[in-house]
């Protein structure tokens, strides 16, 4: 098995300040790829009307797709709102909806909402706070700070990513910022 694993894949060095490994190719969401995930449209509108910039970036790290392996990526997301909502990732299922997920914050301040049928719970993610992401949970990362959000979120090699539960039903809770602080609220 070592011997499949390609050097560049046993040991990466990696960027808090762009989350870079390397000139590996990294998956970029701007504002315009994450329409439907705000709660207030007009603000979205009137945001996507002006820029179009870059909320996060993931780098995957998938050295071997066998029985029991684990593949991982490093994101960053940053600071912002639409309207009083942070940034945030478009979120997901896992399709092989068992796969349970680690988060380790690197840098910055944030959190996680969680959600399965029943229920939604946020979870703080950043420097010093690592989140575990149950399985059959759809799990979304939230920039609640005023610099980037780094983190590595280390899942089953047979995870795979299931954005479209996610984008019919939307997640059912929000955080916006009420009062100076993150709040979450219903959608
Ligand atoms: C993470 C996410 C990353 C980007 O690596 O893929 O935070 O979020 P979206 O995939 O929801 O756009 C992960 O949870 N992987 O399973
Ligand atoms: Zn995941």
């Known amino acids: ?6 050097p560049e894949d046993l040991s990466v060095t990696y ?8 000139s590996r190719p ?10 439907g995930c705000f709660a207030d449209e007009g603000a979205y509108d009137a945001a996507l009307a002006v820029a179009n910039p870059l909320l996060y970036a993931v780098t995957a790290v998938e050295p071997s797709a066998g029985d029991g392996q684990l593949h991982y990526g490093l994101g960053i ?5 639409i309207g009083q909502e942070y940034f945030l990732t478009k979120g997901h299922y896992h399709s092989y909806r068992p796969a349970a997920e680690i988060y380790v914050g690197l ?3 944030g959190l996680m909402l969680l959600e399965d049928e029943g229920e939604s719970r946020l979870a ?3 420097k010093n706070s690592c989140v575990y992401v149950p ?5 979304r990362t939230i920039n609640t700070g005023d610099v980037p959000l780094v983190y590595l979120g280390i899942y089953p090699s047979n995870a795979g990513h299931d954005y479209g539960a996610i984008a019919s039903r939307n997640f059912r809770k929000i955080v916006v910022e009420r009062d100076g602080a993150p709040f979450l609220a219903d959608r």
């Open 1 to 6: 098995m070592l011997n499949t694993i390609l």
């Open 15 to 22: 960027g808090l300040d762009s989350a870079r490994i390397g």
């Open 26 to 35: 990294m998956v970029e969401r701007r504002l315009a790829d994450l329409r």
């Open 77 to 81: 997301l940053y600071p912002g709102k």
């Open 107 to 109: 840098s910055g301040s």
């Open 124 to 126: 703080t993610l950043g």
């Open 135 to 139: 399985g059959h949970t759809a799990h």
